[in-house]
T-cell receptor
């Protein structure tokens, strides 16, 4: 499983886009890049995952660098409900969580 | 979508007693489930991988005799914290591969007094 590096915290304004970066320079060729988020006292929630190509779903977009050593989670219009800890994980078959990024969203 | 139900959501027990936490996959089968613990203001730490019909695989440093895992069916895994002590107080979370990625339970807050 790849070691990932994320900023400890980020701040955004409501209805603005948010770009959450993640470095995973040791990722292997078979590791998927996963993003989960967690609200206080809840289990993590799936956000998005990808292998090589950029991915879009109703929650977010995932932009993966060509060399796969970094990726960016994009929330297109942040809402107050997006305030959470966001975890980026490089993994094949089990998720090892790093420290994540605490995203604060200001009204 | 895939749902993982975890029960109980919170439990308080006396020191020295055992507590069982259940994790069920409601609309899918899970041959593998994962158990995590999370202390306040910390990240999730993987404790063990539960395998249906066989022994669990524990992460380094996790006492397998203290944290007993049973995965007797394709939809149920249980974690029993034996002889619990105050330092075992934590948030325990299970997950299973299902849906778009891994689906997590809502967690169990264990307080040992």
């Amino acid at each position: 499983d790849a070691k990932t590096t994320q900023p400890n915290s980020m701040e955004s304004n409501e209805e603005e886009p948010v770009h959450l970066p993640c470095n995973h320079s040791t990722i292997s060729g078979t590791d998927y890049i996963h993003w989960y988020r967690q609200l206080p006292s809840q289990g993590p929630e799936y956000v998005i995952h990808g292998l090589t190509s950029n991915v879009n779903n109703r929650m977010a977009s995932l932009a993966i660098a060509e060399d796969r050593k970094s990726s960016t989670l994009i929330l297109h219009r942040a809402t107050l409900r997006d305030a959470a800890v966001y975890y980026c994980i490089g993994a094949t078959n089990k998720l090892i969580f790093g420290t994540g990024t605490l995203l604060a969203v200001q009204p | 979508g895939a749902v993982v139900s975890q029960h109980p959501s919170r439990v308080i027990c006396k020191s020295g007693t055992s507590v069982k936490i259940e994790c069920r996959s409601l609309d899918f089968q899970a041959t593998t489930m994962f158990w995590y613990r999370q202390f306040p203001k910390q990240s999730l730490m993987l404790m063990a991988t539960s395998n249906e019909g066989s022994k669990a695989t524990y992460e380094q440093g996790v006492e397998k005799d203290k944290f007993l895992i049973n995965h007797a069916s394709l939809t149920l895994s249980t974690l029993t914290v034996t002889s619990a002590h105050p330092e075992d107080s934590s948030f325990y979370i299970c997950s299973a591969p299902g849906g778009y990625g891994y689906t997590f339970g809502s967690g169990t807050r264990l307080t040992v007094v």
